[in-house]
Protein backbone atom coordinates (compact mmCIF):
# COMPACT_ATOMS: atom_id res chain seq x y z
CA UNK A 1 0.00 0.00 0.00
CA UNK A 2 3.26 2.19 -0.13
CA UNK A 3 2.20 5.83 -1.86
CA UNK A 4 5.78 7.85 -2.00
CA UNK A 5 5.43 11.41 -0.57
CA UNK A 6 4.94 12.63 -3.84
CA UNK A 7 2.26 15.70 -3.75
CA UNK A 8 2.18 15.95 -7.01
CA UNK A 9 0.90 12.51 -7.56
CA UNK A 10 -1.86 13.77 -4.85
CA UNK A 11 -0.54 11.31 -1.67
CA UNK A 12 0.67 12.56 1.27
CA UNK A 13 2.91 10.07 3.08
CA UNK A 14 4.83 12.02 6.11
CA UNK A 15 2.22 14.85 6.15
CA UNK A 16 -0.46 14.84 8.81
CA UNK A 17 -4.20 15.72 8.38
CA UNK A 18 -5.80 18.38 10.65
CA UNK A 19 -9.61 17.94 11.43
CA UNK A 20 -11.47 20.25 10.76
CA UNK A 21 -14.27 22.12 13.28
CA UNK A 22 -16.98 20.61 11.52
CA UNK A 23 -15.41 17.03 11.25
CA UNK A 24 -18.76 14.95 11.45
CA UNK A 25 -17.07 11.70 12.79
CA UNK A 26 -16.95 12.37 16.74
CA UNK A 27 -13.59 9.79 17.18
CA UNK A 28 -11.65 12.64 14.65
CA UNK A 29 -12.99 15.89 16.22
CA UNK A 30 -9.50 18.07 16.53
CA UNK A 31 -7.63 15.18 16.10
CA UNK A 32 -4.11 15.01 14.13
CA UNK A 33 -3.46 12.14 12.48
CA UNK A 34 -0.02 10.97 10.42
CA UNK A 35 0.07 9.54 7.45
CA UNK A 36 1.91 6.12 7.42
CA UNK A 37 0.74 5.22 3.25
CA UNK A 38 -1.22 6.72 1.56
CA UNK A 39 -1.95 5.29 -2.44
CA UNK A 40 -4.52 4.70 -5.05
CA UNK A 41 -5.25 1.13 -2.50
CA UNK A 42 -6.24 3.67 0.76
CA UNK A 43 -4.57 5.14 3.71
CA UNK A 44 -3.78 4.58 7.01
CA UNK A 45 -2.97 7.37 9.91
CA UNK A 46 -2.25 7.12 13.47
CA UNK A 47 -3.78 10.18 15.71
CA UNK A 48 -0.85 12.17 17.23
CA UNK A 49 -2.59 14.01 19.86
CA UNK A 50 -5.56 11.51 21.98
CA UNK A 51 -3.50 10.24 24.65
CA UNK A 52 -4.65 7.00 26.45
CA UNK A 53 -4.95 7.28 29.91
CA UNK A 54 -5.59 4.04 30.83
CA UNK A 55 -2.50 2.72 30.09
CA UNK A 56 1.12 3.72 30.75
CA UNK A 57 3.84 2.28 28.92
CA UNK A 58 5.38 0.14 31.86
CA UNK A 59 2.00 -1.28 32.24
CA UNK A 60 1.71 -2.14 29.15
CA UNK A 61 5.14 -4.13 29.03
CA UNK A 62 4.20 -5.91 32.08
CA UNK A 63 1.22 -7.02 29.87
CA UNK A 64 2.85 -8.39 27.43
CA UNK A 65 5.39 -9.72 29.39
CA UNK A 66 8.18 -8.30 27.88
CA UNK A 67 9.41 -7.26 31.46
CA UNK A 68 7.97 -8.51 35.32
CA UNK A 69 6.16 -6.11 37.45
CA UNK A 70 9.11 -5.76 39.83
CA UNK A 71 10.83 -4.46 36.56
CA UNK A 72 9.02 -1.55 36.07
CA UNK A 73 11.12 0.95 38.65
CA UNK A 74 13.83 -0.11 36.65
CA UNK A 75 13.06 1.10 32.93
CA UNK A 76 15.04 3.50 31.44
CA UNK A 77 13.86 7.26 32.06
CA UNK A 78 13.15 7.62 28.42
CA UNK A 79 10.48 4.64 28.22
CA UNK A 80 8.92 5.85 31.27
CA UNK A 81 8.42 9.16 30.34
CA UNK A 82 6.62 7.38 25.96
CA UNK A 83 3.04 8.41 26.29
CA UNK A 84 0.38 5.71 25.02
CA UNK A 85 -1.64 7.35 22.20
CA UNK A 86 -5.25 6.30 20.93
CA UNK A 87 -4.07 5.94 17.36
CA UNK A 88 -7.28 5.23 15.59
CA UNK A 89 -10.49 3.29 15.97
CA UNK A 90 -9.40 0.19 14.17
CA UNK A 91 -7.55 -2.93 15.67
CA UNK A 92 -7.14 -0.20 19.24
CA UNK A 93 -4.84 -2.97 20.77
CA UNK A 94 -2.63 -3.14 18.08
CA UNK A 95 0.70 -1.41 18.89
CA UNK A 96 2.89 0.81 16.26
CA UNK A 97 5.56 2.92 17.10
CA UNK A 98 6.62 5.57 15.15
CA UNK A 99 10.46 7.05 15.66
CA UNK A 100 13.35 8.50 14.65
CA UNK A 101 15.32 6.64 11.82
CA UNK A 102 18.22 5.77 13.95
CA UNK A 103 16.46 2.77 15.15
CA UNK A 104 15.92 -0.37 12.19
CA UNK A 105 14.75 -3.59 12.05
CA UNK A 106 14.82 -5.16 8.42
CA UNK A 107 11.45 -6.33 7.04
CA UNK A 108 9.67 -4.85 10.18
CA UNK A 109 10.56 -1.33 10.01
CA UNK A 110 8.99 0.79 7.18
CA UNK A 111 10.75 4.23 6.59
CA UNK A 112 7.57 6.95 6.16
CA UNK A 113 10.67 9.55 5.20
CA UNK A 114 14.40 10.47 6.03
CA UNK A 115 13.20 11.35 9.38
CA UNK A 116 10.45 9.05 10.92
CA UNK A 117 10.06 5.45 10.35
CA UNK A 118 7.33 2.84 12.00
CA UNK A 119 7.82 -0.13 14.01
CA UNK A 120 5.08 -2.65 14.84
CA UNK A 121 6.93 -5.45 16.21
CA UNK A 122 7.24 -6.39 19.89
CA UNK A 123 10.78 -5.90 18.89
CA UNK A 124 11.28 -2.74 19.41
CA UNK A 125 9.31 -2.39 23.04
CA UNK A 126 11.99 -4.96 24.00
CA UNK A 127 14.42 -2.58 22.92
CA UNK A 128 13.17 0.22 24.52
CA UNK A 129 12.57 -1.41 28.00
CA UNK A 130 16.63 -2.35 27.96
CA UNK A 131 17.31 1.31 26.86
CA UNK A 132 18.05 0.28 23.10
CA UNK A 133 15.68 1.96 21.74
CA UNK A 134 14.92 4.80 18.92
CA UNK A 135 16.51 7.95 20.23
CA UNK A 136 12.95 9.49 19.87
CA UNK A 137 9.17 7.75 19.47
CA UNK A 138 5.51 7.51 20.28
CA UNK A 139 3.86 4.67 20.77
CA UNK A 140 -0.05 4.32 19.44
CA UNK A 141 -2.95 1.70 19.87
CA UNK A 142 -5.15 1.45 16.99
CA UNK A 143 -5.14 3.05 13.97
CA UNK A 144 -7.03 5.30 10.77
CA UNK A 145 -7.41 3.88 7.71
CA UNK A 146 -9.47 4.99 4.78
CA UNK A 147 -10.15 2.07 1.69
CA UNK A 148 -9.28 3.47 -1.65
CA UNK A 149 -10.64 7.02 -2.68
CA UNK A 150 -11.79 7.62 0.71
CA UNK A 151 -9.87 9.90 2.16
CA UNK A 152 -9.08 11.60 -1.24
CA UNK A 153 -12.70 12.61 -0.85
CA UNK A 154 -13.10 13.53 2.73
CA UNK A 155 -9.98 16.47 1.56
CA UNK A 156 -12.16 17.14 -1.10
CA UNK A 157 -15.37 17.89 0.65
CA UNK A 158 -12.84 19.87 3.18
CA UNK A 159 -13.01 17.25 6.18
CA UNK A 160 -9.14 17.39 6.84
CA UNK A 161 -6.55 19.80 6.16
CA UNK A 162 -2.78 18.74 5.61
CA UNK A 163 0.20 19.86 6.55
CA UNK A 164 3.84 19.23 7.03
CA UNK A 165 5.16 17.19 9.60
CA UNK A 166 8.20 17.11 11.16
CA UNK A 167 10.38 15.35 14.39
CA UNK A 168 9.24 18.57 16.36
CA UNK A 169 5.78 18.20 16.18
CA UNK A 170 5.58 14.50 16.28
CA UNK A 171 8.07 13.70 19.39
CA UNK A 172 8.75 17.24 20.94
CA UNK A 173 5.42 19.24 21.04
CA UNK A 174 3.13 18.35 23.79
CA UNK A 175 0.30 16.57 22.97
CA UNK A 176 -2.51 19.07 23.97
CA UNK A 177 -0.62 21.84 21.58
CA UNK A 178 -0.20 19.71 18.57
CA UNK A 179 -3.53 20.62 17.04
CA UNK A 180 -2.82 24.58 17.45
CA UNK A 181 0.77 24.21 16.46
CA UNK A 182 -0.36 22.14 13.11
CA UNK A 183 -3.03 24.35 12.46
CA UNK A 184 -0.35 27.55 13.05
CA UNK A 185 1.94 26.21 10.55
CA UNK A 186 -0.87 26.68 7.82
CA UNK A 187 -1.31 30.76 9.06
CA UNK A 188 -4.89 29.89 10.83
CA UNK A 189 -6.16 29.00 13.77
CA UNK A 190 -9.25 26.50 15.16
CA UNK A 191 -11.41 29.76 15.89
CA UNK A 192 -10.93 31.54 12.32
CA UNK A 193 -11.49 28.01 10.75
CA UNK A 194 -14.99 27.84 12.91
CA UNK A 195 -16.06 31.81 11.92
CA UNK A 196 -15.04 30.67 8.32
CA UNK A 197 -16.93 27.60 8.12
CA UNK A 198 -19.54 27.53 5.16
CA UNK A 199 -18.30 31.01 3.47
CA UNK A 200 -16.71 30.55 0.35
Same mark, same amino acid.
Given at each position: ??????? @????????? =?????????????? #??????????????????? +?? $????????? =??????????????????? @? $? =??????????? @??????? #?????????????? +? @?????????????? &????????????????? %?????????? +???? %????? &??????????????????? #???????? #??? $??????
Amino acid at each position: MRGRLTL @EGGYFDGQV =LIAMPGMEDPRFAR #SVVYLCAHSSEGAMGLVIN +QR $RDDVSLPQL =LVQLSIIDEDDMIRLPASA @E $R =LSVMHGGPVEG @ERGFVLH #SADYFVGNATLPIN +Q @EVCLTATLDILRAI &AAGRGPRRSMLALGYAN %WGPGQLDDEL +QHNG %WLTCH &ADSRLLFDTPVNRRYDLAL #SRLGVTAA #SLS $RGAGHA
